[in-house]
C-alpha cells in the first residue's frame, strides 16, 4: 500500500538551543520507493544520522532565537505479506542472537525485573509464541484504560500497572515489560498510523519471536497493516521525535498518514508485522 503522510512542528526558540529529530521514515527494506523532505522556516543547516541495520534516523539542528517552523513529508509503498500466527514461535533464549540481548534487559521506563513475578502468575502457563503475546496484548487492553493526560514523560511501566490508565507510550512499555520478564525480547516502535483518530504520532512495540521482530499494538486503535516506522528503542528515551537541549517552547503538532492508493483488499483484522523484508503479518485465520 502506498501512504502519503508527514507533519508539522513548531517552536519558540527563547535561547540557542540543539535540536535532535527523529519524525522520518526509517529506512527499511520494506519501505520502497520512499520520497521525503525536511523543510525549515527559516531555512537552517542540519547534521544527520542514520543507525546501522536499523535505519531509524535523526537529524540535528541548531537554532537561535525566535520562531521556528518545521515540516516534513514523505510517499512510501508499505510492502506487506500474511502469515498464520499459528506458525509464529518462540525462540529459546540459547538461539537468541547476541545483539538481540539488550531488548531483554530492563531499561529506564521497562523495569522489567520488578513485573516479573506479576507476568508469570498472569501469562507464564499460557501456550508460548505469537498468541502469548497476542494475549499479553489482550490484557493490557482490557484493563488498563486509554486516557489522556493519564500519564506524562516520566512515568514508567510499573506505575502504569498499577494506575491502570495510561496512552499508547505506555501501553507500549507495559508489553514490553510483560515481555522482557517471560525471556521474549521486546523493544519500542514510534511510527505514522493510518487508521488513528485523532492522527499522531504513535507508539507500538515488537516481540522477537521465532527468529524475526514482530509488531504489536495493544491500544487496538490503528491498523497493523498501516504503521509507517519511525524510531526503534528499548524504550521511548531513544526515540522521542523531538529533543533538544537548551530553552524552547513547544507549539502546535500536526501528523496525518493517507492510502495514496485504496486497498482493493478490503478490511483485514491483522495482529503483528515484522520490521524484516518482505514485512509480514500474522492473523487469525
Known sequence: MKFRLGCELSYNVLEKTEFIFNIEVALLSAHIGLVDQVIFVPATASRSYTVPDLGVRYFGVSLTTGKVFLRYTAEVDLIVHVTDPGSVHETPICDIPLQIFPYLFPSRFVPSDRLAAFAAREFGELPRGHARVTKICNWIYDNIEYRWGSSNSETVATEILIQRAGVCRDFAHLGIAFCRALGIPARYVTCYAHGLSPCDFHAVFEAYLGNRWWLFDPTRQAELDGLVRIGVGRDAAEVAFATFFGMAEQGQIKVWIEKKTPSSQGA???????????????RDA
Not at 483485514?268 to 500474522?282: G, K, Q
Open 268 to 282: 483485514r483484522t491483522v495482529d503483528a508485522i515484522s520490521v524484516n523484508a518482505p514485512l509480514e503479518i500474522a
